[in-house]
């Protein structure tokens, strides 16, 4: 079974830079999309950036140029890099993983901006 862990979430402030991670375990990495996605208060969930098994990335336009997103084969993780973080940055930042039809989620991880 496929299993997501996240981590490095925080508080940060405006401005500032945080790095995500999401360990995969459970199945062949690799054949997996991987994407990021956020939960603000009160919100629905939004995709925030996504990388195909291929490499392909595309980001949410409201953290182009900011976000980047990366995918590590020998240590099965996914990565999102946040930079120049904004208070609407805040959320709750979910790992997901996608292959065949099937989707899986990581537990999340709290990503407060504040000064």
């Known amino acids: 079974q496929v299993q997501l862990v996240e981590s490095g979430g925080g508080l940060v402030q405006p401005g500032g830079s945080l790095r995500l991670s999401c360990a995969f375990s459970?199945?062949?990495?690799?054949?997996?999309?991987m994407g990021w996605y956020r939960q603000p208060p009160g919100k629905q969930r939004e995709l925030v950036a996504g990388?195909?098994?291929?490499?392909?990335?595309n980001y949410a336009d409201s953290v182009k140029g900011r976000f980047a997103i990366s995918r590590n084969g020998a240590k099965n993780t996914v990565y999102l890099q946040m930079n120049s973080l904004k208070p609407e940055d805040t959320a709750v930042y979910y790992c997901?993983?996608?292959?065949?039809?099937?989707?899986?989620w990581g537990q999340g991880t709290q990503v407060t901006v504040s000064s």
């Open positions: 997901n993983a996608y292959y065949n039809g099937r989707n899986y």
């Open positions: 459970g199945s062949i990495f690799m054949i997996f999309d």
């Open positions: 990388i195909t098994s291929g490499a392909n990335t």
